[in-house]
């Protein structure tokens, strides 16, 4: 019988693909912002799942609400109508301030969904001649990992070798807003940005960035599309990242925290009349908002329209960002980001960012790195004071040996 957690790595390292080097933590239970390991060992959680737990580990309503809707039916496919879909649409509608909901699984389902609707609606609507759409991406972006969004990705390990690439991507500088402007043309049917940029370090755009986007995009008659799926849900201190910005979107990806951390659970929520051009047919997925997932999203959106998780994310990221700011020249080079959600850069010479995230669990506080040295952090929003104290003094310590 398999107990250790190095018969767990080596069952992982045996039988499963190498498509990640996840740190030697075997997680067996979890609760709010702890793990504990298969060997009884307790870690603070500062990863959330990439901001798929921003409620943290089995929120007692997302769990209920699952329990609730395992007992009367799971899954139905899109062939036939199910007591969930609508009130589900209509809540998350009415929850973002939009007119029409997609409901998909994965982040990088919701991402492909709102790619082919653009093409869509810039034939049918806009004019552009058939098979001459482009979409204007930022670089250093992230919106999965499918075939045809690594195709406009920066990032080589993410994309080399996997070519042939799927054109009518234009990439630009991010945060650039001459670059943007450039690249728009007569055939650019939307712009596709990340309101702040998470795998790439939490990148927040220079102010007014993002409203110049959506300028350009009205001059030119194109979309704006913003990947809300790491950065949205309460997770920067409001309801979607690009609140602060005091623009809109045309359409929005939205994802991880959707599903509460139970089951994946995605969306494209915009304008009826870009959503609108999908007919029966031309878009679908089986598991596409299935009655259980829009049980737990409903739940979610239930958690979200309190404002408590947003206000605990300002609060709580206040209290981070300062008690990070002070570790800036002790051992950080940079501190960014918003709300309960930072990525630190180590300083150069220091530890690398895996071996400073094993030294981190190794005192029981679990984090990320992305590109070398830089490390994310992103607290469930449910972590209590005193436990994100625990954390930041736990990478102090960390920092300063």
């Keep these: 019988m398999t107990t250790s957690a190095a018969e767990f790595i080596a069952l992982d390292e045996r039988w499963s693909t190498h498509n990640y080097h996840p740190l030697p933590v075997v997680i067996a239970e979890a609760d709010g912002a702890w793990v504990t390991d298969v060997e009884g060992r307790r870690y603070l959680d500062f990863l959330s799942a990439y901001s798929a737990l921003n409620f943290g580990h089995r929120h007692p309503a997302l769990v209920a609400a699952a329990q609730e809707q395992l007992g009367r039916v799971t899954l139905t496919s899109r062939a036939f109508h199910h007591d969930q879909l609508g009130a589900f649409c209509r809540e998350l509608a009415e929850l973002t301030g939009t007119e029409m909901v997609l409901p998909m699984n994965s982040g990088a389902e919701a991402v492909e969904s709102a790619l082919k609707v653009a093409r869509k609606w810039a034939y049918e609507v806009k004019g552009v001649p058939d098979g001459q759409a482009e979409i204007v991406v930022a670089g250093s972006n992230f919106h999965g990992r499918t075939t045809t969004i690594i195709s406009f990705s920066t990032d080589e390990s993410a994309r ?49 960035y993002l409203a110049e986007a959506r300028r350009l995009c009205d001059e030119a008659g194109t979309l704006l599309i913003a990947d809300e799926i790491q950065s949205g849900l309460a997770r920067t201190g409001t309801l979607l990242a690009l609140e602060p910005s005091g623009v809109r979107a045309d359409l929005y990806t939205l994802g991880k925290a959707l599903g509460g951390g139970i089951l994946p659970l995605s969306a494209v929520v915009g304008r009826r009349d870009v959503l609108g051009v999908l007919k029966p047919g031309e878009h679908g997925s ?56 930072a990525g630190i850069d180590i300083t150069p010479g220091g530890l690398s960012g895996r071996e400073a995230c094993e030294a981190l669990a190794a005192k029981g506080l679990l984090a990320k790195e992305t590109h070398g040295a830089t490390l994310r952090l992103a607290p469930p929003l449910v972590i209590s004071e005193a436990d994100l104290d625990r954390g930041l003094d736990i990478l102090e310590e960390v920092l300063a040996d």
């Design 160 to 208: 080399a070798g996997f070519g042939p690439y799927t054109p009518g991507f234009t990439v630009v500088k991010y945060g650039d807003a001459a670059a943007l402007r450039d690249a728009i043309t007569e055939r650019t049917a939307a712009v596709l940005l990340e309101p702040i940029q998470g795998e790439a370090g939490v990148l927040v755009p220079p102010e007014g």
């Design 286 to 341: 089986t598991f596409g908002g299935n009655p259980l997932a829009c049980a737990v999203g409903r739940a979610v959106i239930k958690l979200l329209s309190t404002g408590e998780f947003q206000a605990r994310s300002v609060e709580l990221g206040a209290r981070m960002h300062a008690r990070l700011g002070e570790l800036v020249g002790h051992g950080l080079a940079e501190v960014r980001g918003r709300g309960l959600w």
